[in-house]
């Protein structure tokens, strides 16, 4: 069976609902199709911020946004100038889906639940006669000279533009290839770090709010809260460096050692103080004695760390110790040995190369009338909403230019 459409989009998540209802709403005369593999669409975004769907960053200013960006960033500044954050919002709340902001900028549902998102996507798509074609894996593109054919695991489909908005999908990416786009490499982008260290074996759940983070032998730096786990490292701050150095670790084969200062001052100024500690608490136990807003729990590892007994006291401790103390706290050194992905969320670095993408349109340089959104080009961003908002300005660039 032959089925013929105006516009065919591939892939059912974020970018492709988002494209597919603001093309339909602007072009209400195209036939519009949504080809998503698998028997239901939109699972990224269930499964988005522990299932409450981080929606975007309350981060108003482009110049600021970018930077979000490992990849990405020269790129998308010209985009977000004609659709970032704040038109996001006022895009759901014109809809009925109202965000909110929380304490570290990240936005979400007033709902705080995922669905909300997808009854709207679900409900506008239908509003405005979007047909989704569910278990239609696609098996190939054929770029034609007036238009496209799409074969699927179901049906074959015509269609005279084609936009792809599947996110990170190796079989699309090959297919991509095979029309002539050069492809760059997936590596994971955000991960959390392996660390078996006697340091941190005991205390998981405990969080330092603001460390610095180096990887050494590398230009790789970060800050921000970490978050000590069952299998070694998380939140921010690990992110991040996950994100920005996504080429560079991989290369590593993820074995390197990071150093943390965990208080944010340097060797010198910490031994000042953990002097005057001596001379003020003198008779209070060390481990006992957590200083620096530091989590007691990891206070009294990074003590013991020092070669300081559980019962010693301020009075007690000797130079050597006052030294490896501060050490501990200012430029502790942890082997990393692996990753785990973060949360259910798979991100990666890769896709379609940037050079060959008119981000004016979001339109193929190599492929007339074949657009890309989201994650299938190469671009990526640290967790916080940053990769739902280039997926959101990719679709909406797309529908606005479509069908110039």
């Known amino acids: 069976m032959i089925t013929k459409k105006d516009i065919i989009i591939i892939g059912g998540g974020a970018a492709g609902f988002f494209a ?16 998503e593999r698998g028997k239901t669409g939109l699972q990224k975004v269930k499964i988005s911020g522990g299932g409450r769907c981080n929606v975007t960053h309350a981060e108003f200013t482009p110049s600021e946004l970018v ?20 038109d996001t919002i006022a895009w759901f709340e014109e809809r009925g889906v109202e965000l909110k902001i929380e304490d570290d900028g990240r936005m979400f549902p007033v709902s705080n639940s995922s669905q909300t998102i997808i009854d709207c996507f679900l409900n506008e798509a239908k509003k405005h006669k979007v047909e989704v074609f569910y278990n239609h894996s696609v098996k190939s593109i ?14 074959t489909i015509i269609g005279d533009k084609v936009v792809v908005a599947t996110g990170s999908n190796p079989k699309i990416w090959k297919l991509l290839e095979d029309l002539g786009h050069t492809i760059v490499q997936p590596v994971p982008s955000l991960f959390t770090f392996d660390i078996k260290d006697k340091r941190i074996k005991d205390i998981p759940g405990v969080v330092a ?53 965990f208080i944010r001052l340097d060797f010198e100024s910490c031994l000042d103080q953990l002097k005057d500690f001596k001379l003020g608490f003198a008779k209070k136990t060390i481990v006992n004695s957590a200083q620096f807003d530091l989590p007691k729990r990891l206070w009294k590892q990074l ?40 949360k259910e969320e798979f991100v ?5 190369d940037l050079k060959e993408v008119n981000f004016k349109t979001f ?42």
């Open 67 to 86: 930077l979000n960006y490992p990849r990405g960033e020269k790129e998308l500044l010209g985009p977000f100038h004609s659709f970032m954050t704040g």
């Open 348 to 352: 990666t670095a890769g896709g379609v």
């Open 209 to 261: 709010r603001d460390v610095e983070i180096k990887v050494l032998g590398t230009d790789l730096v970060s800050e921000g809260p970490l978050l000590i786990t069952h299998v070694g490292m998380s939140a921010p701050a690990i992110l991040k460096l996950s994100a920005f150095g996504a080429i560079e670790l991989a290369k590593l084969d993820y074995n390197f050692k990071i150093e943390i200062n």
């Open 303 to 342: 003590v013991l760390a020092s070669n300081i007994n559980e019962t010693g006291r301020w009075a007690d401790i000797n130079k050597q110790q006052l030294e490896d103390l501060s050490s501990q706290l200012t430029k502790a050194v942890f082997n990393v040995t692996g990753k785990s992905t973060f």
């Open 142 to 155: 054929d770029a034609r000279e007036n238009d496209f054919k799409i074969e699927t695991s179901q049906d």
């Open 20 to 35: 597919a209802i603001n093309i339909a709403e602007q072009h209400p005369e195209l036939s519009i199709a949504i080809l």
């Open 363 to 404: 339109e193929s340089k190599r492929i007339p009338n074949l657009y890309l959104a989201g994650e299938i080009i190469n671009v990526d961003a640290v967790t916080g909403g940053f990769n739902f908002q280039n997926a959101w300005t990719g679709a909406y660039i797309v529908a606005k230019n479509i069908n110039k």
